[in-house]
């Protein structure tokens, strides 16, 4: 069984302050996407990363690809309280079904004007 | 039109009850999927059609019944549920290698 474990669980911080929110697991995924979720609403995409190594940007949403391709992390620059919400993680694996994501518990944060 | 969109949003039912939930897309996609989300739990995958016949079937209770008349609608059936499926269910479409989810709001369940 593959297992995606986030941390941290829940994250408050004030406006302006950068963080990093962690995914690992012991197996390999093929690729592995970042959503946030808002309350009350469905998990939204942010991105996709493939190859190990990998970084993508967005905005100030900076994501990385272990080399490995077993971990990955966001990184958040001067947050904004827009920037609040559930982040997970979800990998697909490299074997298996097609269809079958694998996602992590989230990282709830929380940014305080 | 929004991408995905789920009937209804809040719904109360009870034990013996027999309710549907509703999940439409508008993006063209060829995979359609049915998802559970508990308070500190990962999402749990529960269904997955593709083209319109069912891929995976995640060991869910014969209390929750799929139907996927075609490839833009998708409903989940519900009878004779108990207090500890309440839950968040989620809707998500999907087109392609990746698998990107597009999720719907969800329809928040609670069982009395």
């Known amino acids: 069984t593959q297992l995606l474990e986030q941390s941290p669980q829940f994250l408050s911080i004030q406006e302006g302050e950068n963080l990093t929110v962690y995914c690992n697991s012991s197996s390999v995924f093929s690729s592995l996407q970042w959503y946030r979720q808002e309350p009350g609403e469905g998990p939204v995409l942010l991105v996709t990363?493939?190859?190990?190594?990998e970084v993508k940007k967005l905005k100030r949403l900076t994501f990385q690809f272990g080399d490995a391709r077993k971990d990955s992390s966001l990184h958040i620059t001067a947050a904004q309280p827009g920037d609040t919400g559930l982040y997970l993680c979800a990998g697909e694996g490299s074997g298996g079904s097609n269809y079958k994501l694998t996602f992590g518990k989230g990282t709830l944060l929380t940014v305080n004007p | 039109e929004t991408g995905v969109t789920q009937t209804p949003r809040h719904l109360v039912m009870g034990m013996t009850n027999k309710k549907s939930l509703k999940c439409e897309q508008h993006l063209g996609h060829n995979a359609m999927y049915w998802y559970k989300q508990s308070a500190k739990k990962p999402l749990e995958l529960m269904f997955v059609y593709s083209l319109e016949e069912r891929v995976e079937n995640n060991s869910v209770p014969s209390r929750f019944s799929p139907e996927c008349p075609n490839s833009s609608h998708l409903f989940l059936h519900l009878h004779t549920l108990q207090p500890e499926d309440s839950a968040l269910y989620l809707c998500?479409?999907?087109?392609?290698?990746?698998?990107?989810?597009?999720f719907g709001p969800g329809t928040r369940l609670t069982v009395l």
């Open positions: 990363v493939v190859t190990g190594g």
């Open positions: 998500a479409s999907s087109r392609g290698r990746l698998n990107e989810q597009f």
